[in-house]
């Protein structure tokens, strides 16, 4: 079994059985999917939040997750079209709780290792669009919870170059841009 199999069936172990897809009428389509992601991680990094008030958190917070994002493309299998986590790589290690469906959107719990935990929102779009939010369940006090939402949508059946599981960045989110020199 190849690494990325290896990490799928792990993934799915731990998260992917939260929910099951039938109950949404989604199967999901295999192939090229293109991930923007957005969060207000820069507001945990460039700002100290004892000293920017919440008010000023909240604000900068909805900025950071509506302005410029990261961008990649990935070459999801069926499964990972079915279970997004999986496609972004996020969940390991984690347990999911207190699953709730409505519409096509499923809400669940992560707990995950080290006492981190995530409210998490999955809504299946369509066939070729899913979005994906993650918010952290237990801030430290006084702060704005992290926030990250990855909107994936399918692009075409074939994924070029790129095998499946596998990904390619094209844009780093702007907490990971470095100035040039």
């Known amino acids: 079994m190849r690494a990325g199999a290896w990490l799928a069936a792990a993934l799915l172990a731990s998260v992917g059985a939260a929910y099951s897809v039938s109950e949404l009428g989604d199967d999901g389509k295999a192939g090229l999917w293109e991930e923007r992601t957005y969060s207000n991680m820069e507001l945990f990094i460039a700002h100290d939040p004892s000293k920017t008030s919440n008010d000023r ?6 900025q950071l997750l509506n302005g410029p994002g990261g961008l990649r493309h990935i070459c999801g299998t069926q499964l990972q079209a079915q279970h997004p986590l999986l496609m972004i790589g996020a969940g390991a290690g984690c347990k999911p709780s207190g699953e709730t469906i409505a519409g096509n959107t499923v ?22 669009h899913r979005t994906v939010t993650l918010t952290d369940s237990a801030p430290s006090p006084g702060e704005v919870p992290y926030v990250s939402k990855h909107d994936l949508r399918w692009i075409s059946a074939g994924c070029g170059d790129l095998k499946p599981g596998e990904m390619r960045e094209l844009v780093k989110p702007p907490y990971l841009r470095r100035p040039s020199p």
């Open 57 to 62: 958190q909240k604000m900068l917070s909805a």
């Open 107 to 128: 809400r669940f719990d992560l707990a995950c290792r080290g006492g981190k935990g995530f409210h998490t929102e999955i809504a299946f779009e369509s066939a070729v």
